[in-house]
C-alpha cells in the first residue's frame, strides 16, 4: 500500500480521465513504436557505419595520436564511389523523417507523464528511468544532427563527440524499451479487442488513429522533399528547400578564409612536403602538374548529407607514395595548410591509397581548384566521408 499522501492524485492532469482523446492507446503508440523501430533502426545502421568510415581521433578517445603520429584508419571499402553519399543521405533524410512519428508517439503517451503514483516499485522506476533517457537522448540526437546539417552551432561542445555518446545512449535506452514494450505491441498486432477505447467516457474522436499516422506521414514526406534533393545533388539539389546553401550547385564547406589560408601560402612558394621514413620529398604546383595526371568523376559526401560530384584531376595517391619512396604504403596522414581545427588533417588507410581513382586533385572540371575548394592541391578518394577529402595539403607521411 503506497503511503496515504501518493494515493490520491493531485488535481490535474494527475486525475484518471483528465486527457480526453480516445484513441489515446497501446493500438496508436504500438503502431507508431513499430514505424520508428524500422526508421530508427536506418539512422542507426548508418550513423555508425558512418563513424566507421569517418573515424575521428576523438578528443578523449584511446586512439587520440601522439603529434605527428597516426589516427586509427579504418579499411572503409573504396567503391562504389557513391556509398558513402547513399549511407550519409539515408542517416540524414531517414532522420529527418523519424521527427514527425516521434512527436506523434510522445503525444500518444504523453498522459503517462503524469501517471500517479509517480513510481509504483524498483521494476518500474528503471522502466521510467530507461524511459526518460530515451525520449531525452532521441530529442538530443535530433536536435544536434538538424543543428550540424544546418551548419547551426548554437552549443559549445564538439558535435561528433555528443552526437556519438549521444547514439550510445539512444541505442541502450531503446533496447530495454523495445524489450519490455514487445509483448505488448505483438498483442496490437494480434488482438483485434485492443482496438476498442480502453475507457468509455472519453469525449468523440476528433481524428481517427489512421489519421495521426497518415498526418506524421505527411509530415515525413515533407521533411523528405525540402532536404533529398542535396544528397542527390546535381539539379536536384535546387529543391531541398529545407537545406542551406541549395543555391550552390558546388557547396563549400570552409571558405579559405575561415580556414586563414591566405594567398601568401598558396602562391609560388607553396610546396607539398611528402615524408617517407627519414626521406623527405618537395614538390612545386608545377612538378605536380609534371607528374602523370589522372582524371575521375567522383562525389564529395559530405557527413551532413548533402554530396555533389565533380570531375576531378590530379596525381593519384599511389603515385605520390612512389615519389615518397614508399610504394605501397599502408597509411597515410595528410595534412592541411590551414593551422588550426579537426578537419585539418585526415589519414587514409593502404587500400584507400591504392584505390586507381584516388588522387591528389589539381583541377576541378578542367580549371585549376578555386581557392575554397582546396588550391592548390587537395585530396579525392572514392567512397569515403567528405572529411577525408582535406583541403590545402601541405604535408602526407606516408607508412610502408
Ligand atoms: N583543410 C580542410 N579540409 C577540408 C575541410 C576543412 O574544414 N579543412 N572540410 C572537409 C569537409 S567536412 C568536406 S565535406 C569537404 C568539402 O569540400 P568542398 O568545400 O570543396 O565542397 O572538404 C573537407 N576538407
Ligand atoms: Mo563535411
Given at each position: 500500500m503506497p503511503p496515504k499522501l501518493l494515493r490520491q492524485a493531485p488535481p490535474g492532469p494527475f486525475r484518471e480521465g483528465f486527457f480526453r482523446s480516445p484513441i489515446r492507446g497501446?493500438?496508436?503508440?504500438?503502431?507508431l513504436g513499430t514505424i520508428l523501430l524500422v526508421l530508427v533502426g536506418i539512422v542507426a545502421t548508418t550513423g555508425f557505419l558512418s563513424h566507421i568510415a569517418y573515424m575521428p581521433d576523438l578528443p578523449g578517445n584511446a586512439i587520440v595520436p601522439a603529434d605527428r603520429d597516426f589516427p586509427f584508419t579504418f579499411d572503409w571499402p573504396t567503391s562504389p564511389s557513391w556509398l558513402y553519399?547513399?549511407?550519409?543521405?539515408?542517416?540524414?533524410?531517414?532522420?529527418?523523417?523519424?521527427?514527425?512519428?516521434?512527436?506523434?508517439?510522445l503525444w500518444s503517451v504523453f498522459p503517462k507523464l503524469f501517471k500517479w503514483p509517480p513510481v509504483t516499485g524498483p521494476a518500474d522506476a528503471i522502466e521510467r528511468l530507461s524511459i526518460a533517457l530515451l525520449v531525452s537522448s532521441s530529442v538530443f540526437q535530433l536536435a544536434t544532427g538538424v543543428a550540424n546539417a544546418q551548419y547551426w552551432?548554437?552549443?559549445?561542445?564538439?558535435?561528433?563527440?555528443?552526437?556519438?555518446?549521444?547514439?550510445?545512449?539512444?541505442?541502450?535506452?531503446?533496447?530495454?524499451?523495445?524489450i519490455i514494450k514487445m509483448p505488448m505491441v505483438l498483442r496490437v498486432y494480434k488482438d483485434r479487442e485492443w482496438i476498442k477505447p480502453i475507457r468509455q467516457d472519453l469525449d468523440e474522436p476528433t481524428i481517427s488513429r489512421r489519421g495521426v499516422i497518415a498526418f506524421a506521414g505527411a509530415g515525413?514526406?515533407?521533411?523528405?522533399?525540402?532536404?533529398v534533393g542535396q544528397s542527390i545533388g546535381g539539379p536536384l539539389r535546387k529543391t531541398a528547400l529545407f537545406a542551406p546553401r541549395r543555391d550552390s550547385g558546388f557547396p563549400v564547406n570552409k571558405t579559405a578564409r575561415a580556414a586563414g589560408i591566405t594567398p601568401a601560402m598558396t602562391g609560388p612558394d607553396y610546396q607539398l612536403v611528402l615524408r617517407a621514413g627519414d626521406q623527405v620529398t618537395a614538390f612545386t604546383r608545377e612538378d605536380l602538374l609534371a607528374l602523370p595526371q589522372h582524371t575521375a568523376t567522383l562525389p564529395i559526401a559530405c557527413v551532413e548529407g548533402w554530396s555533389t560530384t565533380q570531375e576531378w584531376q590530379g596525381v593519384k595517391l599511389s603515385e605520390l607514395a612512389r615519389r615518397a619512396g614508399a610504394p605501397g604504403a599502408s597509411q597515410v596522414l595528410v595534412e592541411s595548410l590551414q593551422e588550426g581545427g579537426v578537419l585539418r588533417r585526415a589519414s587514409l588507410s593502404g587500400?584507400?591509397?591504392?584505390?586507381?581513382?584516388?588522387?591528389?586533385?589539381?583541377k576541378v572540371n578542367g580549371e585549376d581548384l578555386s581557392p575554397d575548394h582546396g588550391y592548390p592541391a587537395r585530396v579525392i578518394v572514392p567512397a569515403l566521408p567528405g572529411v577525408h577529402n582535406t583541403k590545402w595539403v601541405g604535408e602526407m607521411t606516408f607508412r610502408a
Amino acid at each position: 500500500m503506497p503511503p496515504k499522501l501518493l494515493r490520491q492524485a493531485p488535481p490535474g492532469p494527475f486525475r484518471e480521465g483528465f486527457f480526453r482523446s480516445p484513441i489515446r492507446g497501446p493500438v496508436l503508440t504500438g503502431i507508431l513504436g513499430t514505424i520508428l523501430l524500422v526508421l530508427v533502426g536506418i539512422v542507426a545502421t548508418t550513423g555508425f557505419l558512418s563513424h566507421i568510415a569517418y573515424m575521428p581521433d576523438l578528443p578523449g578517445n584511446a586512439i587520440v595520436p601522439a603529434d605527428r603520429d597516426f589516427p586509427f584508419t579504418f579499411d572503409w571499402p573504396t567503391s562504389p564511389s557513391w556509398l558513402y553519399a547513399l549511407n550519409q543521405g539515408l542517416h540524414t533524410n531517414v532522420g529527418l523523417m523519424v521527427i514527425p512519428f516521434l512527436l506523434a508517439k510522445l503525444w500518444s503517451v504523453f498522459p503517462k507523464l503524469f501517471k500517479w503514483p509517480p513510481v509504483t516499485g524498483p521494476a518500474d522506476a528503471i522502466e521510467r528511468l530507461s524511459i526518460a533517457l530515451l525520449v531525452s537522448s532521441s530529442v538530443f540526437q535530433l536536435a544536434t544532427g538538424v543543428a550540424n546539417a544546418q551548419y547551426w552551432y548554437p552549443f559549445k561542445f564538439n558535435f561528433v563527440v555528443a552526437h556519438y555518446y549521444g547514439a550510445i545512449v539512444f541505442v541502450a535506452s531503446l533496447a530495454i524499451h523495445v524489450i519490455i514494450k514487445m509483448p505488448m505491441v505483438l498483442r496490437v498486432y494480434k488482438d483485434r479487442e485492443w482496438i476498442k477505447p480502453i475507457r468509455q467516457d472519453l469525449d468523440e474522436p476528433t481524428i481517427s488513429r489512421r489519421g495521426v499516422i497518415a498526418f506524421a506521414g505527411a509530415g515525413a514526406l515533407t521533411l523528405l522533399l525540402g532536404n533529398v534533393g542535396q544528397s542527390i545533388g546535381g539539379p536536384l539539389r535546387k529543391t531541398a528547400l529545407f537545406a542551406p546553401r541549395r543555391d550552390s550547385g558546388f557547396p563549400v564547406n570552409k571558405t579559405a578564409r575561415a580556414a586563414g589560408i591566405t594567398p601568401a601560402m598558396t602562391g609560388p612558394d607553396y610546396q607539398l612536403v611528402l615524408r617517407a621514413g627519414d626521406q623527405v620529398t618537395a614538390f612545386t604546383r608545377e612538378d605536380l602538374l609534371a607528374l602523370p595526371q589522372h582524371t575521375a568523376t567522383l562525389p564529395i559526401a559530405c557527413v551532413e548529407g548533402w554530396s555533389t560530384t565533380q570531375e576531378w584531376q590530379g596525381v593519384k595517391l599511389s603515385e605520390l607514395a612512389r615519389r615518397a619512396g614508399a610504394p605501397g604504403a599502408s597509411q597515410v596522414l595528410v595534412e592541411s595548410l590551414q593551422e588550426g581545427g579537426v578537419l585539418r588533417r585526415a589519414s587514409l588507410s593502404g587500400d584507400q591509397i591504392a584505390a586507381d581513382d584516388s588522387m591528389l586533385a589539381l583541377k576541378v572540371n578542367g580549371e585549376d581548384l578555386s581557392p575554397d575548394h582546396g588550391y592548390p592541391a587537395r585530396v579525392i578518394v572514392p567512397a569515403l566521408p567528405g572529411v577525408h577529402n582535406t583541403k590545402w595539403v601541405g604535408e602526407m607521411t606516408f607508412r610502408a
